[in-house]
Structures are given as C-alpha cells and as structure tokens.
C-alpha cells in the first residue's frame, strides 16, 4: 500500500450511466423548443453531471466524497469507444490514463477469455485501434503498456511516469 493511492479493479462499466445521463441531457435541451420537452430547469448541465461522476467515484472507491487520499485510480475494460473515454477526459480532466494492450491481437483473440466471448473476439482490433488513437490524442497524459512489455523495467518507468 502507498500513502496518497488509492486503487481498486472493475466496476463493471458502472461510469457509462453518466454518458448515457449526458447524452440525455444534451438530447432534451435539442429537443427544448417543443412544448412536450420543455422544462424550467436549467441548472443541470454538463457540469452537473462531470460533478456527479466524480462524487460517485469517490465515494465508491474511498467511501468518502472529501477524501484525503490525493490520488484515486480504477482498472476498468469497458471503457473502449470514443464517446465514453471523451466523457471520462471532461468528467476527470486531471486524469491519466494506462493505455495496456496487446500487439499481437490475434494471439489474444486465441485466448481462454476470447474463446468463450467470440463476439469481443470479433471487435478486439477496433477497441485496441480506438485505445491507441486516444491515447496519442491526450499523449501527455497517456502511457502506453503493451503486454508484451509486461517488465520490471517498465512497471518502474510507469512509476515515475
């Protein structure tokens, strides 16, 4: 355990009800000039919803929206497409991100997981390609780890990273 880290593992995409939130938001304000849609409320926007997403993460990972830990950290595989990680970049901009893959895609699409998940098999070369683009869009704030990488020497480059 570090001082000032706090770590935890999946979650089960439970982020993605925030993108959904601001999409529906962003939908009804489109649709406000119609009597149906309209509302009185105009105090929830986009922002709103990036403060929500970091009080639920807090909360879920420390149990604890004022904690004093400095710096909170997740393992999440559901985060893949261009939508979720653009939310994930507004909602946390002080973020960095772990950009871990595998190079030899089709040796992963043979492995124990992929064989019983066919249809994630089918889409790993798109997720992996998305992951990357992403990560050379926000380059400062990425760091590439390829499994194939997988060292001592390289866990400690990320430590200091």
């Not at 992951?131 to 990320?158: A, C, I, N, W």
Request: hydrophobic share 30%; with cysteine; net charge positive.
């Amino acid at each position: 355990e570090l001082p000032g880290l706090s770590l935890s593992g999946e979650h089960d995409g439970q982020l993605l009800s925030f993108v959904d939130l601001r999409k529906r938001l962003l939908q009804t304000r489109k649709m406000r000039h119609l009597k149906a849609w309209r509302t009185t409320n105009d105090h929830v926007g986009e922002k709103e919803v990036y403060c929500l997403a970091q009080r639920w993460f807090r909360l879920q990972h420390t149990g604890n929206d004022c904690s004093p830990t400095s710096t909170l950290g997740f393992k999440e595989v559901r985060y893949a497409n261009e939508e979720t990680l653009d939310f994930l970049s507004s909602a946390f901009p002080n973020s960095r991100y772990v950009i871990n893959f595998r190079r030899d895609t089709k040796k992963q699409k043979q492995s124990g997981y992929f064989q019983q998940e066919r249809r994630k098999a089918e889409r790993i070369d798109n997720v992996t390609e998305t992951l990357l683009r992403f990560g050379e869009q926000h380059r400062d704030v990425s760091y590439f780890l390829p499994l194939e990488d997988f060292r001592t020497e390289k866990f400690s480059d990320m430590f200091h990273w």
